[in-house]
């Protein structure tokens, strides 16, 4: 039995452009679809995840999901949405990439079922590579007319933007190839659906024309909107670059800092698109969170959810215990549980001081630590009156004028974290 997808994505605010006819195809049995991913890194970002999102409700709704990855497109560049022509890749990068891209998509897709909507990886390299340019001009091009590729939105924009370079050949191309992969897959796969951002409507419109033009047939097209964030910066943007689902490119922590720092708007928002909790589930937490805000109940389930989604579990928990040792109150053998990535992680941007680990021998008094060793506070005048105050702690535990430092507060054998106050922290750092 196969569910309603389009009423799916349409109250989970999925739904941008849909042809006419395709809810109705879609609940006449199993059906195909697919969505482009680009393979121009090893890592998937959560610009990707809305695609991603959509083809596991396709599959959950009962039907095949077709991931396909563009080693062929990849090598030309996508005008959509870009003012510039992108650096082109070589085939080994391309493989390389194909397959740390799979392995994050089997956390979304299921691949590895007997059941007949089990989820397909395909490369349009694959069918592209050996494809001649006489044949495809020949074959493909003659379809269609120069007046209809000159229509598209993603060329007039470019042909009509400041940019000196202008388009090439190559980018005019790319809606020939990407409607060919259409082609290709109602060919091969029967898939007769594809999807992808709502940039993409004239490219998937493009596939639409030449099943028609070239078999005969009907395909069908559907988008879903560009995601934005409610200030009007990008989403999936930090100052460091993109959010990545590699836990080598972004660590679980700050991914899970970014969802959780989103606002209440955009929460609201992301909480439908992101996660795969029901309606009635996302109305009851917008309920509970619009009647205490300050608790941010939406943006807590938000990254919990998709941070064990994108991760695990044990992540998602590490992660919060992290987050509860810079904002919360959290113990010194929490603190000694993080691993030095975290720890540097969540003490990003914090003052440091470097000491030689032999001062640790016999031990490193607080004033030294608090002054005259490392520059926290200003004089040892105003350490020894923090320390009278009760205001200091060592690994977030209060400590007095008598206290020592020694190996066994060190954190990874090499940090001590001092704190004056609440908000004041200051790494030592042992070599």
């Given at each position: 039995?196969?569910?309603?997808?389009?009423?799916e994505?349409?109250?989970?605010?999925?739904?941008?452009?849909?042809?006419?006819?395709?809810?109705?195809?879609?609940?006449?049995?199993?059906?195909?679809?697919?969505?482009?991913?680009?393979?121009?890194?090893?890592?998937?970002?959560?610009?990707?995840?809305?695609?991603?999102?959509?083809?596991?409700?396709?599959?959950?709704?009962?039907h095949?999901?077709?991931a396909?990855?563009?080693?062929?497109t990849?090598?030309?560049?996508?005008?959509?949405?870009?003012?510039?022509?992108?650096?082109?890749?070589?085939?080994?990068?391309?493989?390389?990439?194909?397959?740390?891209?799979?392995?994050?998509?089997?956390?979304?897709?299921?691949?590895?079922?007997?059941?007949?909507?089990?989820?397909?990886?395909?490369?349009?390299?694959?069918?592209?590579?050996?494809f001649s340019?006489?044949?495809?001009?020949?074959?493909?091009?003659?379809?269609?007319?120069?007046?209809?590729?000159?229509?598209?939105?993603?060329?007039?924009?470019?042909?009509?933007?400041?940019?000196?370079e202008?388009?090439?050949?190559?980018?005019?191309?790319?809606?020939?190839?990407?409607?060919?992969?259409?082609?290709?897959?109602?060919?091969?796969?029967?898939?007769?659906?594809?999807?992808?951002?709502?940039d993409?409507?004239?490219?998937?419109?493009?596939?639409?024309?030449?099943?028609?033009?070239?078999?005969?047939?009907?395909?069908?097209?559907?988008?879903?909107?560009?995601?934005?964030?409610?200030?009007?910066?990008k989403?999936?943007?930090?100052?460091?670059?993109?959010?990545?689902?590699?836990?080598?490119?972004?660590?679980?922590?700050?991914?899970y800092?970014?969802?959780?720092?989103?606002?209440?708007?955009?929460?609201?928002?992301?909480?439908?698109?992101?996660?795969?909790?029901?309606k009635?589930e996302?109305?009851?937490?917008?309920?509970?969170?619009?009647?205490?805000?300050?608790?941010?109940?939406?943006?807590?389930?938000?990254?919990?959810?998709?941070?064990?989604?994108?991760?695990?579990?044990?992540?998602?928990?590490?992660a919060?215990?992290?987050?509860?040792?810079?904002?919360?109150?959290?113990?010194?053998?929490?603190?000694?549980?993080?691993?030095?990535?975290?720890?540097?992680?969540?003490?990003?941007?914090?003052?440091?001081?470097?000491?030689?680990?032999?001062?640790?021998?016999?031990?490193?008094?607080?004033?030294?630590?608090?002054?005259?060793?490392?520059?926290?506070?200003?004089?040892?005048?105003?350490?020894?009156?923090?320390?009278?105050?009760?205001?200091?702690?060592?690994?977030?535990?209060?400590?007095?004028?008598?206290?020592?430092?020694?190996?066994?507060?060190?954190?990874?054998?090499?940090?001590?974290?001092?704190?004056?106050?609440?908000?004041?922290?200051?790494?030592?750092?042992?070599?």
């Amino acid at each position: 039995m196969t569910k309603n997808f389009v009423k799916e994505l349409e109250w989970r605010g999925m739904l941008h452009d849909v042809m006419p006819g395709t809810e109705e195809h879609l609940l006449r049995g199993i059906q195909s679809a697919y969505v482009g991913i680009d393979p121009t890194a090893d890592s998937l970002h959560i610009g990707h995840l809305v695609s991603v999102m959509m083809l596991r409700h396709f599959q959950l709704a009962g039907h095949r999901p077709v991931a396909l990855v563009g080693g062929a497109t990849g090598m030309i560049g996508d005008p959509s949405g870009k003012s510039a022509e992108r650096n082109l890749l070589d085939e080994e990068t391309l493989r390389h990439n194909q397959e740390a891209i799979k392995e994050q998509l089997a956390r979304f897709l299921d691949f590895e079922s007997d059941e007949k909507n089990a989820a397909i990886l395909v490369n349009n390299y694959d069918w592209m590579k050996d494809f001649s340019f006489l044949d495809f001009i020949r074959d493909v091009g003659k379809h269609i007319t120069v007046n209809y590729m000159m229509a598209k939105d993603s060329v007039k924009k470019r042909l009509s933007s400041d940019a000196k370079e202008g388009m090439s050949f190559t980018e005019f191309t790319y809606q020939l190839v990407q409607g060919y992969d259409f082609l290709h897959l109602y060919r091969e796969y029967d898939c007769t659906l594809q999807m992808g951002g709502s940039d993409q409507w004239g490219n998937i419109t493009t596939g639409t024309e030449l099943i028609r033009r070239i078999d005969g047939g009907k395909g069908y097209a559907l988008t879903c909107p560009l995601i934005t964030k409610a200030d009007g910066s990008k989403f999936g943007k930090t100052e460091s670059g993109n959010i990545w689902l590699d836990a080598d490119r972004t660590s679980p922590y700050k991914f899970y800092q970014y969802w959780l720092n989103t606002s209440d708007e955009d929460a609201e928002k992301y909480i439908k698109i992101f996660t795969l909790l029901p309606k009635e589930e996302i109305e009851s937490l917008v309920g509970e969170h619009n009647q205490a805000p300050h608790l941010r109940i939406l943006q807590k389930k938000l990254a919990e959810e998709v941070t064990v989604m994108v991760h695990s579990r044990q992540d998602f928990e590490n992660a919060v215990r992290a987050s509860e040792i810079l904002f919360g109150k959290s113990t010194s053998d929490q603190l000694k549980q993080l691993d030095e990535k975290t720890f540097l992680e969540v003490f990003e941007g914090v003052p440091q001081a470097e000491l030689s680990g032999d001062v640790l021998d016999e031990g490193l008094d607080m004033v030294a630590a608090l002054a005259a060793k490392t520059g926290f506070l200003k004089s040892n005048g105003e350490a020894i009156r923090e320390l009278k105050q009760n205001a200091i702690s060592v690994n977030k535990e209060k400590v007095g004028q008598q206290h020592t430092i020694t190996k066994n507060d060190l954190i990874n054998d090499k940090f001590v974290l001092l704190q004056r106050g609440k908000k004041n922290y200051f790494v030592l750092v042992f070599k």
